[in-house]
């Protein structure tokens, strides 16, 4: 019980290091490496969380090969969005788009559709301009 309450503890203390290690990279420009070392830290601090609090270190095998499982599927959807995002053409204007752009019309000269229907009246004849007056 005593041991499992130090390794507890200790990993209090080093989730507490790794974040102040994450605010301390923040502050600092590395260019190329921000990223890459906020990452490597952001896994360190998911190891221990897996490996102390859900008790993958006291786990028999099926439990691990599920947890690995889980992780091989995040990693899977983090490599496809990255893959999407990357290969995007983000200062491109496709031509099409240019193209249609210019057949555009202004919306203030439109005139609003009329109606294609007639109400009739109780004499059997539609409604017209001339009897708006008599309403």
């Known amino acids: 019980m005593r041991s499992h309450q130090l390794s507890i503890y200790l990993t209090f ?12 990279l923040s502050f600092v420009d590395i260019r190329p490496w921000n990223l890459w070392l906020g990452l490597a830290i952001a896994t360190a601090k ?17 439990v691990r090969v599920a947890a690995a499982a889980g992780l091989l599927w995040l990693s899977f959807a983090i490599v496809c969005t990255l893959a999407d995002y990357t290969t995007r ?40 301009d001339s ?5």
Do not use: C, K
């Open 89 to 128: 053409g983000w200062g491109e204007t496709p031509e099409h788009w240019l193209r249609q752009t210019e057949h555009v019309e202004s919306y203030d000269r439109v005139e609003p559709p009329q109606p294609e229907f007639q109400i009739p009246t109780a004499s059997g004849r539609a409604l017209d």
């Open 131 to 135: 009897d708006l007056g008599s309403l």
């Open 46 to 62: 998911m190891l221990l969380i897996a490996w102390v609090f859900m008790n993958l270190a006291h786990s028999i095998g099926p």
């Open 13 to 24: 203390l080093a989730l507490t290091l790794l974040l102040a290690a994450t605010i301390g």
